[in-house]
């Protein structure tokens, strides 16, 4: 339950922080003239509801097993990361159509000032991604790996509405529109994002074969089992923050059927207690 935990507190800390930063870049563009910053502003709302779908996420994918879900509830997470990216894709959407609107609408210069709130919230946004991926990593969570490619998105906007704004006030009139050029560029940035949120989601939902390393580990810590020659196939599929494992194992023909059943139980509570993120380990024996 350590990593659950630290995946539901990762969780608490983005949508919080993601509420602060879409009160003041909303303020700062409406104030500021700066439709970048209020596009900015969007997406940090998106990322506020789609911390929340991760929340639940985590919670539901954490149900014990039961009758009508053997291996548990974690493909629930991949599912939950599906929406993230249609969130994400439709803030994208709305951020392209207003930036095309204004770019072909004459306004007003956006505030200096814009700058100084911008700056901070850049550096932050970076900070936000890094510590939420290293929880991602840790946890094994796709859908928290999503909401820190939330953070980084948000960081990149960020960055570019820092450059439109500056090339706005740099030029002077006649040079508006680099503010909405901007927030249509950090548009298809979120766009390009999407897709590489989205594309280990659907790896994971299809079992398709993607932890040679875990394999390595589970090859090597199996050989330290007494009675386990070798192993032979090795089949991995991901389910939440767990994986799990069909092992062929090879073992001495000549044994009976009762030590060849125990080898296989040793053999799965080492894994299990070598490997702590394995979830179900199947051991099928093979006679040397």
Same mark, same amino acid.
């Given at each position: 339950?350590e990593?659950?935990q630290?995946?539901?507190?990762?969780t608490?800390f983005s949508?919080? *922080?993601?509420?602060c930063?879409? =009160?003041?870049?909303?303020?700062? @563009? %409406?104030?500021?003239n /700066?439709?970048?910053? #209020? $596009?900015d502003a969007i997406?940090?709302?998106?990322?506020?509801?789609?911390?929340f779908?991760v929340?639940?996420?985590l919670?539901?994918?954490n149900r014990?097993?039961d009758k009508?879900?053997p291996y548990?509830? *974690?493909?629930a997470e991949?599912? =939950?990361?599906?929406?993230?990216? @249609? %969130?994400?894709i439709t /803030?994208?959407t709305? #951020? $392209?159509?207003?930036?095309f609107h204004?770019?072909f609408?004459?306004?007003?210069?956006?505030?200096?000032?814009?700058?100084?709130i911008?700056?901070?919230?850049?550096?932050?946004?970076?900070?936000?991604?890094?510590?939420?991926?290293k929880t991602a990593?840790v946890?094994n969570?796709?859908?928290?790996?999503a909401?820190?490619w939330?953070?980084?998105?948000?960081?990149?906007t960020?960055?570019?509405?820092?450059?439109?704004?500056?090339?706005?006030?740099?030029?002077g009139?006649?040079y508006?529109?680099?503010d909405?050029?901007a927030?249509?560029?950090?548009?298809?940035f979120?766009?390009?994002?999407?897709?590489?949120?989205?594309?280990?989601?659907l790896?994971?939902?299809?079992?398709?074969?993607l932890y040679?390393?875990l394999i390595?580990?589970?090859?090597?810590?199996?050989?330290?089992v007494?009675?386990?020659?070798?192993t032979?196939?090795?089949f991995i599929?991901k389910?939440g923050?767990?994986?799990h494992?069909d092992?062929?194992?090879i073992v001495?023909?000549?044994?009976?059927?009762r030590e060849?059943?125990?080898i296989?139980?040793?053999?799965?509570?080492t894994?299990?207690e070598?490997?702590?993120?394995l979830?179900h380990v199947?051991?099928?024996?093979?006679?040397?």
């Open positions: 339950m990593n659950e630290k995946a539901i507190k990762a608490y949508i919080i *922080g993601n509420a930063l879409a =009160i003041i870049k909303g303020l700062g @563009g %409406f104030f500021g /700066s439709y970048a910053l #209020i $596009a997406e940090s709302t998106a990322d506020i509801l789609a911390s779908l929340l639940f996420g919670k539901y994918t014990p097993a009508n879900h548990g509830h *974690g493909r991949p599912l =939950i990361t599906f929406i993230i990216v @249609g %969130f994400l /803030s994208a709305v #951020i $392209a159509y207003e930036s204004n770019i609408t004459p306004h007003a210069l956006p505030k200096f000032w814009t700058l100084f911008l700056a901070p919230i850049i550096i932050w946004k970076e900070i936000s991604f890094q510590l939420v991926m990593k946890t969570s796709s859908s928290l790996k909401d820190a939330h953070h980084r998105s948000d960081a990149i960020s960055i570019t509405a820092f450059i439109g704004i500056s090339i706005a006030l740099y030029f009139p006649g508006e529109s680099a909405d050029w927030a249509l560029f950090a548009s298809a979120i766009l390009y994002n999407c897709y590489h949120i989205f594309r280990p989601a790896g994971e939902i299809m079992d398709e074969h040679d390393d390595d580990e589970i090859r090597t810590v199996s050989k330290t007494h009675g386990v020659i070798d032979e196939k090795c599929r389910s923050m767990k994986y494992v092992l062929h194992a001495d023909g000549n044994i009976n059927v060849g059943h125990d296989a139980h040793l053999l799965k509570d894994l299990r070598k490997i702590p993120n979830g199947l051991i099928h024996v093979e006679p040397d």
